[in-house]
């Protein structure tokens, strides 16, 4: 089977360190075995997006060097296909609406190592008087184990840990953890590779995986870049954007922080020099197994 990667970003602002770490460890994967490496613009929440970051983070993709092998994918020019997967679930038995507010949940759920757990309020009808908000899924007890080729064996009873979880969220908007399993599978991603901060959707998304027949990817999760206060770098989190006229710095510290040791020498080479190196000695065995490492400062690289 071919090898297809994917770097699939959202448009709340411009690319930053963190967001290009990810990046670059999907391309050199990806080009490392031969495949294919395509580029989706996961923008299916208006409220957080930033007009004109698509482009913004394709113009700076590009200017860094990435090429990607196929027309590139907008989620919001796909709902059409969501709502048929939604209509096969239903039809299935496999969810239900729901008419819980977060305030409610909060009242009624517990609390577990994933987070506040669903307690399947609405999982046998609406309450009295109650209106649809949410559509969930069903889960069940069965545990969901998968093997991350960087962080190890994961093990997750989603029926205990989180309960039955949105897939079509009280604002109309489908819920990410169908749409990106939708699209994983249309495009017949083989391998993803992503940020530590996902780890905990994968089970979710192999779970719906199961239920719809899809073929589950392999998955590998690398560290996600944390500031001094322990944060995820963030649009949110106020994270500098790359410094277009520093990007082989850029580079040279992406490839650092997923620890593949280039060469001091290379640090000051031009950008076409430090991908072939990158490409030359790529080896995801090289990325440390945690789930987050800080960012090392003020460089050229985000100044």
Known sequence: MEYIGRFAPSPTGPLHMGSLVAAVASFL???????????????????????????????????????????????????VDYEQV??????????????????????????????????????????????????????DSSGITFTDLIQGTIDQNLNRDVGDFVIKRADGQIAYQLAVVVDDAMQKVTQVVRGCDLLDSTSRQI????????????????????????DKLSKQNLAKPINKQHLPESLYQALSYLNQNPPASLRKHKLNDIWDWAKMNWQLQMVVKQTSIPETGNTDANN
């Open 29 to 79: 994967q990806a080009r490392s075995n031969n495949g294919q490496w395509l580029l989706r613009i996961e923008d299916l929440d208006p409220p957080r997006e930033i007009a004109g970051a698509s482009i913004d983070i394709m113009n700076t993709l590009e200017a860094c060097g990435f090429e990607w092998d196929q027309e590139v994918i907008f989620q919001s020019q796909r709902t």
């Open 86 to 139: 939604l209509q096969q679930l239903k039809h299935a038995r496999l969810s239900y609406p729901c008419a819980c507010s977060r305030s409610d949940i909060s009242q009624a759920g517990q609390y577990t190592p994933m987070g506040l757990r669903y307690p399947g309020t609405c999982r046998n009808g609406l309450p009295e008087n109650k209106t649809a908000r949410s559509i969930r899924i069903k889960t």
């Open 207 to 230: 779970y719906l995986q199961h239920l719809l027949g899809y073929t589950t990817p392999e998955y590998a999760h690398i560290p996600v870049l944390v500031n001094k206060f322990g």
